[in-house]
Nanobody
Framework: VQLQASGGGLVQAGGSLRLSCAAS????????MGWYRQAPGKQRELVAS???????NYADSVKGRFTIARDNAKKTVYLQMNGLKPEDTAVYYC??????????????????WGQGTLVTVSS
């Protein structure tokens, strides 16, 4: 099982970016999916998360600016980021809490991380 994240880049303050993260592999079901970020010298923090039913949770710092969405059929989670600020600069990681087939037919609960995508917001 792996998560492939994309969509990071360099943007000016006030701009927008859309991150995508697609899950693949022997996945049986996905529960929560989310986005975390880690700025230089800081701990990784939750940005937004979404349950399989679409209920969303946001960090206070991004409420009203970021929107998380899921396409369960495509096993993909998105993060639409509007009104970007220099303090949003970080490596963004996607995360999924899922059940996978271990290859022998046994379901196994896993927490999987994507590889990270860099978002840089210039002032």
């Amino acid at each position: 099982v792996q998560l492939q994240a994309s969509g990071g880049g360099l943007v000016q303050a006030g701009g927008s970016l859309r991150l995508s993260c697609a899950a693949s592999g022997r996945i049986i079901s996905i529960w929560d999916m989310g986005w975390y970020r880690q700025a230089p010298g800081k701990q990784r923090e939750l940005v937004a998360s979404s349950t399989s039913g679409g209920s969303a949770n946001y960090a206070d710092s991004v409420k009203g600016r970021f929107t998380i969405a899921r396409d369960n059929a495509k096993k993909t989670v998105y993060l639409q980021m509007n009104g970007l600020k220099p303090e949003d600069t970080a490596v963004y990681y996607c995360n999924a809490d899922l059940v996978a087939n271990d290859g022998a037919g046994t379901p196994v609960a896993e927490i999987v991380w994507g590889q990270g995508t860099l978002v840089t917001v210039s002032s």
